[in-house]
């Protein structure tokens, strides 16, 4: 890892590098446990901050997927005050930069479609330097009934959008500034009922090409091109669709990456990031997000 670090920080303009702990695969009941024992949370900070600074790393990002119910959200409230209070301590005894500290959350401010739970937003305001709110994965496999764009900006029948969830954020307290929006180099895919039917939306019969179908956007580029697909931008939900006989494709591409961006500019957003940078063909969409972003500074 410290040649990573060491790699990035290389690099013109100076670019940083965070080490991210946990992720969909970590079990939730791991963190949940961690955060609920004064123990358990400094073993875990102070830890942390070591390895950071023994690799060279700028700041610790935390990816729990996801608090379960208000306990935990209060107890995430200590653990963000007592990470803060640990880093600026060894910051102050080190004489070297405070570390940064982040999260990856939920795509919106509070938890809506099971057991109502809400983030502690005053102290993500006060404790962090940002949080990373994942907009994506709104639909997928455990819905084969109908198509779905799964990342979508806007949707005028739900609050399952990244706008929505944005917005929601804002008005909990979060400044915009702290806010890094999440887009995804993957798309997911459905069978078409009918192929004459291939709007968002359309009757679906199970998911379609892919791994349970999900598929990288460099697999989408290809398979688009391979099998004559049809590929649709719209505008109304700022997404793209691609469709072959019944296979049918919701991702993120060329032109709904750029309007994203657009959107965080214009909502003063700290950023964006992508899930996962590897997931391109060959930079196509992080580099129209860059130039975007550069754009309009």
């Known amino acids: ?61 935390i990816d729990w997927e996801f608090p379960n119910n208000p306990t935990d959200m209060s107890n995430l409230e200590v653990f963000f005050k007592e990470w803060r209070e640990a880093v600026e301590s060894e910051a102050s005894a080190s004489s070297k930069p405070p570390l940064l ?16 739970r809400t983030y502690p937003t005053d102290a993500i305001a006060k404790y962090l330097d940002f949080v990373n709110p994942m907009c994506f994965d709104y639909h997928g496999s455990w819905d084969t009934s109908v198509t779905g764009e799964h990342a979508l900006l806007y949707d005028k029948t739900s609050n ?34 009918h192929p004459k039917n291939h ?30 697909a049809h590929v649709v931008y719209d505008g109304d939900t700022v997404s793209e669709y691609s469709y072959s006989g019944t296979d049918w494709i919701g991702y993120d591409g060329p032109t709904s990456v750029e309007k994203k961006v657009e959107y965080a500019k214009t909502q003063n957003l700290g950023g964006y990031f992508f899930w996962a940078l590897g997931y391109d063909m060959n930079w196509t969409l992080s580099g129209i997000a860059s130039n975007t972003w550069e754009r309009m500074h």
């Open 160 to 193: 399952i959008s990244t706008s929505y969830g944005i917005s929601s954020w804002i008005e909990a307290g979060v400044p915009p500034k702290k806010l890094v929006m999440g887009m995804p180099l993957y798309g997911k895919s459905w069978e078409l009922k």
């Open 199 to 228: 709007g968002i939306g359309a009757p679906a019969n199970g998911v379609g090409p892919g791994n349970n179908g999900i598929m990288l956007y460099s697999d989408i580029v290809k398979y688009n091109d391979e099998h004559y």
């Open 101 to 116: 500290l982040s999260a990856a959350v939920y795509f919106a401010s509070s938890f809506f479609l099971d057991l109502p």
């Open 1 to 61: 890892m410290g040649n990573f670090t060491a790699t990035l920080h290389a690099k013109k303009p100076l670019a940083q590098a965070l080490l991210a702990i946990g992720g969909a695969n970590s079990g939730s009941g791991i963190f949940s446990n961690m955060v609920s024992n004064p123990d358990n949370r400094a073993a875990f900070i102070k830890s942390t901050i070591a390895t950071a600074r023994k690799y060279g790393f700028d700041g610790l990002d």
